[in-house]
Structures are given as structure tokens and as C-alpha cells.
């Protein structure tokens, strides 16, 4: 019946899988496609094509609750519990493993299926982390910038209520019981956090594009969301 009415609608294009990973692995080292074979068959069938994504802006609680570290960290230094969408940590191992997995099951799957036309990656990335996978990752960011902590403390003006930093250990993310008065920092945060989502997304890409590199790739920006340059995001995209 949802296909008649897609017809009845003219609808010959839609995103399908968003946020199916639990669907797609309901146990862990266990997938079942099965559901999907038959979806993209009927719908190709009936004359509608797929944006096929992948099931990375939501995952399982039992990773949440067996692989601890892919949650987030809030600003506030608190971890995330189980819950919602994109509260996972883009350094995190763990999740980058379990994601380079499934997608590239997916995509050995289904980048040659006649309604596949291209993919959907993840859906409206979002947000940030603060754990200290991500605090270094961050201070090596600032040193591929900068070289220097003498360049760093110049362009941020850190001397400034004498907050001159002396060793890149010493620097962290603005926090609202830490520093948020350097507006530099804030800056460069928000700079560092597009890189990481960026190269997230990148590391998505990289399976689906081994496997049909004709197929192009894409996800959904927002409308009014300025947590990252979206610009910069769409250069690894089609």
C-alpha cells in the first residue's frame, strides 16, 4: 500500500534506510537483508528508484552498551547515555570499525542493484565531542595549524587575562566550566569540527565508491546550521 500511494504521488525517487542499522544487524556480527532485498525489488519494480543510506546517524543500544566509547562526551565533560541520534564520537575506533563494516556489506550488496541510484551518507551529521579521543585530536589539528604554541598564543591573543598556553596538553575545548572567553579558540573549534565530520564522511565514502565508483554520494544539509562549514563538507561529496 506505501508504494501505491508513492505512485499515486509521483513519487519515483526516495531515500530508503535511514537510521536501520538495528534492522540491518539486529545482533552483533549478524546482518539480515533480506527485508531490504525485497523492499528495493518491489520499489524497482513499480518504477521508483533509491538514494540507498548509510545507518550511521543512529546505532544499536546494545553498541552503546557493550562499546561505552562511542558515545559522545558533552561540553559539560558528562558522556552521553543510549539515546537519540548523532551522539556518537567521530574518533572513536570502535564506531569508525563498526561503520566501515556495514557499509561496506551494503555496499557489496547493492551498488550494483538496478534501483540504487546513488547513496544517502548518514543523515544531518551533526554535533560535537569532547572526550579526550577527540581533546587530542584537537590539539593535533592546532599544531598542523599553527607549528608553534608562540603562533597559536599570537593569533588567539591568549595574553589576554593571562591565558598564555606554555604546552599544547594545556589546551582544551571551550567548556562553560572552562574557557569560552578566547574567541579564537571558539573559532577554531568550530574549524576542527568540520574537519572531523568531514572526514567521517569520508571515511563512509571510501567503501561505496570501491565498489561502484559511478554511483554518487550525498547527504542532507540543514537549513540555519552554522555548527559547521558546509562548504568545506560538500567537497567530499558528488
Known amino acids: ?103 561496506s556489506l551494503l555496499a557489496e550488496r547493492y551498488s550494483s542493484h538496478p534501483a ?24 593535533d589539528w592546532l599544531k598542523a595549524r599553527y607549528q608553534t604554541l608562540e603562533n597559536l598564543n599570537q593569533a588567539w591573543w ?14 582544551e575545548s571551550p567548556a562553560p566550566q572552562g574557557e569560552m572567553s578566547i574567541h579564537g579558540l571558539n573559532l577554531d573549534w568550530h574549524r576542527f569540527n568540520t574537519a572531523q565530520v568531514t572526514d567521517f564522511c569520508r571515511h563512509e565514502i571510501a567503501p561505496l565508491k570501491a565498489a561502484n565508483s559511478a554511483l554518487p554520494v550525498t547527504t542532507n544539509f540543514m537549513e540555519y546550521f552554522y555548527d559547521y562549514d558546509y562548504w568545506q563538507l560538500a567537497e567530499v561529496l558528488d
Open 1 to 103: 500500500k506505501d508504494i501505491a500511494m508513492m505512485q499515486q504521488a509521483k513519487c519515483n525517487v526516495m531515500s530508503v534506510g535511514i537510521f536501520s542499522w538495528a534492522k540491518l544487524e539486529p545482533r552483533e556480527g549478524v546482518f539480515d537483508f533480506a527485508w531490504l532485498d525485497t523492499l528495493l525489488d518491489k520499489l524497482y519494480a513499480a518504477g521508483i528508484h533509491v538514494f540507498l543510506a548509510t545507518p550511521s546517524g543512529a546505532r544499536p543500544a546494545r553498541m552503546s552498551q557493550r562499546y561505552p566509547q562511542v558515545l559522545r562526551v558533552g561540553r559539560g565533560r558528562v558522556p552521553a547515555l543510549h539515546g537519540g541520534r548523532h551522539n556518537h564520537c567521530m574518533s572513536s575506533p570502535v564506531y569508525r570499525e563498526k561503520t566501515l563494516k556495514i557499509n
Open 158 to 171: 591568549s595574553t589576554f587575562w593571562s591565558h598564555t598556553y606554555t604546552d599544547w596538553s594545556q589546551i
Open 116 to 139: 540504487v541510484l546513488g547513496w544517502h551518507i548518514s543523515n544531518e551529521y551533526g554535533g560535537e565531542c569532547h572526550c579526550d579521543l577527540c581533546q587530542n585530536r584537537f590539539r
